[in-house]
């Protein structure tokens, strides 16, 4: 057997879940996401975030790959707007919860926060918009806002649940 075109079935990738309309992804701190001083890079929460919406949209039950293959599109960041509370370190783990907060004819606001334990470390939020294969903004798929809509929450709360 070809041991480079095999993969056991008991081994997936992550998959993170949904709670009361709330998107939870764990992830762990590596040290390619560390500074120097062993303390998590500025860019590396966006990847945490980024890796967080992307299950989010898979779990819904949307194919961003099809979409732009067929040429309807994909999602690009349009806004962004970061708070870092506290640094994160070399082997933390991390829990990233997103939470739908607003949904537009071509975009979706998303607010994401990581939290370490008890201890929230940042808060973002991200406007996602839907842009054709020429980069210009299109109308999100109906069944993709149908399912946004079923997970919006009001807020997301920033505290995890107890």
Same mark, same amino acid.
């Given at each position: ?17 949904? @709670?009361?309309?709330?998107? *939870?992804?764990?992830?762990?701190? *590596? ?21 967080? @919406? ?5 779990? /819904? ?21 970061? &708070? *870092? ?8 783990? /991390? /829990? ?6 607003? /949904?537009? &004819?071509?975009?979706? $606001?998303?607010?994401? %926060? ?5 201890? &929230? ?14 980069? @210009?903004?299109? @109308?999100?798929?109906?069944?993709? %806002? &149908? ?6 929450? $009001?807020?997301?709360? %920033?505290?995890?649940?107890?």
């Amino acid at each position: 057997m070809d041991a480079s075109n095999y993969i056991p079935a008991d081994v997936k990738p992550h998959d993170g879940q949904f @709670r009361a309309g709330r998107h *939870y992804f764990a992830c762990r701190v *590596y040290y390619e996401d560390t500074d120097f001083s062993g303390i998590v890079y500025h860019a590396a929460y966006l990847k945490f975030m980024e890796r967080a @919406r992307s299950d989010m949209l898979y779990q /819904l039950g949307m194919d961003q790959r099809a979409a732009f293959e067929a040429g309807d599109g994909a999602y690009a960041v349009a806004d962004l707007h970061i &708070k *870092y509370i506290a640094p994160a370190r070399f082997q933390d783990n /991390l /829990l990233v919860i997103s939470g739908v907060k607003r /949904l537009r &004819k071509a975009s979706v $606001e998303i607010e994401q %926060t990581i939290i370490r334990g008890n201890e &929230k470390i940042v808060s973002a939020v991200v406007q996602a918009a839907f842009l054709t294969p020429a980069g @210009r903004p299109r @109308r999100q798929p109906e069944p993709w %806002t &149908k399912a946004f809509a079923a997970v919006m929450v $009001e807020a997301v709360d %920033t505290k995890p649940d107890e």
